[in-house]
């Protein structure tokens, strides 16, 4: 079979699956089988699967129309322009994320080589993608899952962050000393009642730890919030992943710890998605 032919059969499957994105997801999975980039396909439409290839590609196929995310068949994410290896042990990184990423960069040339730490690290793509962006900056990130732990330290690594990344298992901020400059979290925020509502590709393959905090869906805030405040030093800043309307929510939370709310950051939807709190 031909790639052109092998990109439009998919896109049919999937449009009739539902996927938003299924041109684009089968030209990746078969410039995958290919190794080809997906947008080097409309040269090499002509370019011929073999019958071991074509026999991949159809497993991918498969696993696609079970709701299995493009990234978790292929093993990898891009999220701030860097690659991250992803797990069954970790989150899909989520575009949204990158507001975080982007308020947190802000802050340099205001802090010289600030200790970082992101709680709840999964891939590391958070404290990862800001040392690519800040250069003497350090970070440490913690998981409760040890399996996002080996993942993030891998994908420092491949980066050729690791001089400056650790990560570590931990719950939450047990054990550590501080200070840190900067804290940064995408917790855990989903109402444990929304999960069984969540869509496939999600409540089948991220992780349940990743998403859901209690029956409000705050828990995760409301354990991280009094202990980080104690690891901050003297101007010490946190920024907040949240979940669409917690905003208000989580801005009282804070100020019952003793923060400041300095900002408050919509992502490219136009959906509240980060709150930044000083001591
Ligand atoms: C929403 S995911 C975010 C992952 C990653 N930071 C990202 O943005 O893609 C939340 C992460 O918190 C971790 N987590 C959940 N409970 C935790 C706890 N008590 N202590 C530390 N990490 C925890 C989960 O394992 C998961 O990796």
New binding site residues.
Partial sequence: MKAADAVAELTRDFTAAGFDSARLDARILVGQVLGLEPSLLFARGDSVIPPADLAKLRAFAQRHLAHEPVSRILGTREFYGLPFKVTPD??D??PD?ETLVDAVLELRGTIEAPRIL??????G??PLAILRHWPDATATG????PG?VAAAAENARTLGLDGRAQFQV???TAGLAGPYDIVVS???YIADGEYAGLAAEVRLYD?R???TAGPDGLA?YRALLAPVARLLGPNGQVFLEIGAGQGDAVAILGAAAGFRLLARRRDLAGIERCLHFGV
């Fill in positions: 970790t989150l990184p989520r994320t992101d709680l709840g690290t999964g891939t793509c958070i913690i998981d409760i899952a996002a931990g719950d939450w995408n917790p855990p992780p730890a990743a998403l995760a």
